[in-house]
């Protein structure tokens, strides 16, 4: 068993959504296979597999329940697209999400501690299962939450306890994606894992038209940012997330959706003041833009959606990845 998961390189690559839940064209599929294959020739050596359990109360405990339809993020999905990922000579990063509802993650708060413990234990018994099949299948890192921004920064000992019970039997890397601002800044529990992971989505004008060089100085005050939770914990930093939607104006509000106006000019100088500031910063240990489909028809070229397939930032991440 020693040796199966090696160092990881410096990860380059992309949130791979499971997109349209129908058994032709999800992870299971050839076409996500042809996506793969997509992925790696824009010089990517890494994927996030994203599988999804639900929450109907952000404030009431409920088991978490597994994919097992067809067309959902099922396992042999999951399995799927992990195996033609190594086949590739990729690394499989296994990034479980919850949706919560009407709201997010970072809304999850239990009303008393009776809640709270079962809420934890609820949780533990899932991301269990997907650690078990990230150290079956060799999948080289597991994210154990997402944006769980109040029950991080309320219950940080929960979650140490809940590291502990899986590097018991998962050797992967282990990391944790912190919602941008007071998550990432604040949370301290950076330690117990291998790397620290961000979802990034920190605005980077307000204005309509600004110059490049303006977006790359508010950029370096992100890395500012990003810089002081590094030199407080020593642990090489990742962006698990991090987008902008081919939209007008996308640095104003990265994650926002609902804009139908389409503009892949925009969206390709997002990102090449993102890999631009990166380069050279010795804090970063990988990128994995949101997001690529697991079918190449889905939201591409003239969509408004995250995805840089088949539009002008796909060029740019060719260009940087394959350096």
Known sequence: MKGRFSKLPYLKGFNFAHEGYSIYNGYRDGRATQALEKMKSLGSNA????????MRDKNSPTPFRFSDN?????DEGLVHSAFETKRMGMVSVLKPQIFAGDSWPGEVEMLNAADWDAFFDYYYRWIRHYAFLAEIH????LCVGVEFAKATLSHEEEWRKMFKGLRGFYQGKLTYAANWGTEFEQVSFWD??????????YPLSKN???TKEELKANFNRVKAKIAKV???FKKPIVF?????????????N????GDDSFNAEHQQLCYEVVFEGIENEPWCEGILWWKFPSFLEYRGEENSAFTPNNKMAEETVRKWFMK
């Open 70 to 74: 067809a067309g959902s993020e099922n």
């Open 47 to 54: 994927m996030a597999l994203v599988p999804y359990s639900f």
């Open 230 to 232: 590094y030199t407080k």
């Open 240 to 252: 698990t997330e991090i987008g902008f939607r081919s939209i007008n104006a996308p640095w104003k």
């Open 254 to 257: 990265p994650h926002a959706e």
């Open 208 to 210: 309509l038209e600004p």
């Open 138 to 141: 060799e999948m080289k890192a």
């Open 192 to 201: 117990e894992l291998d790397f620290i992971g961000l979802n990034c989505y």
